[in-house]
């Protein structure tokens, strides 16, 4: 059955520090990626995907992730986190030509310091 | 239509009392997932609907659990007997269908079962 990993369950971080959130994910078919942000009594909000093409995507906020298909991994980046940053986030796998479904991971909890 | 609207917000239900939930999908999306998120963890899927058509259940959604979606727009989930274990947030998400597509999340409903 796919699962998706999560490393880091809380993170953190002082205002400016760089993020690297780890996800490690089991399907051995081609899969599309997604993180997902979820702030503070808000909904679940698409950081970026990944289809195909360029493992390197860059998504809203400053964030980029990047896919390695050897590692089965597709960790979330960001160059200089902010206060705003704080929130929960959550790596998913879709395997394609299923029904759509997502299958998430446990999530991180990341806390920027001011 | 500005994204997918669940109703009520929060559900505060006794033991054994019945619940249902309503979810309004974006009108073009034919695709519509339900999921139980509870805390620290990331979402899991529930079940499915292709239109009208429920067409994947997970193991993890008991007897006790039911959904629709009548006409293809419109899904409502209800729980019946309801015990504490089915306190959580459950959320509804809907998509088009096709090669690249992403999922456009609700802000849920969060059940407290007392």
């Known amino acids: 059955a796919q699962s998706v990993s999560q490393h880091n369950h809380h993170v953190i971080l002082s205002e400016a520090a760089s993020l690297e959130l780890g996800c490690n994910y089991s399907y051995g078919g081609t899969v599309n990626l997604f993180w997902y942000v979820q702030y503070p009594g808000q909904h679940l909000q698409l950081l970026l995907k990944y289809f195909s093409g360029d493992p390197l995507v860059k998504g809203i906020k400053g964030f980029e992730a990047e896919f390695i298909k050897s590692k089965f991994s597709f960790n979330l980046r960001k160059p200089s986190v902010q206060w705003s940053d704080t929130a929960e986030y959550f790596c998913?796998?879709?395997?394609?030509?299923?029904?759509?479904?997502?299958?998430f991971g446990q999530g991180t909890t990341l806390q920027v310091k001011p | 239509d500005t994204g997918v609207s669940q109703d009520p917000r929060h559900k505060i239900t006794k033991r054994g009392q019945n619940v249902t939930f309503r979810c309004d999908p974006i009108?073009?999306?034919?695709?519509l997932y339900w999921y139980r998120q509870t805390l620290g963890q990331g979402p899991e899927f529930l079940t499915y609907?292709?239109?009208?058509?429920?067409?994947?259940k997970s193991r993890l959604l008991s007897d006790r659990f039911s959904a629709e979606r009548p006409k293809g727009s419109f899904s409502t989930l209800e729980i019946q007997h309801t015990e504490q274990g089915d306190s959580a947030m459950y959320l509804c998400?809907?998509?088009?269908?096709?090669?690249?597509?992403?999922?456009?999340f609700g802000s849920g409903t969060r059940l407290t079962v007392v």
């Open positions: 998400a809907s998509s088009e269908t096709g090669t690249n597509y992403g999922y456009t």
């Open positions: 609907f292709q239109n009208e058509a429920q067409l994947e």
């Open positions: 998913a796998v879709r395997s394609s030509g299923n029904t759509g479904k997502l299958i």
């Open positions: 009108s073009e999306h034919n695709r």
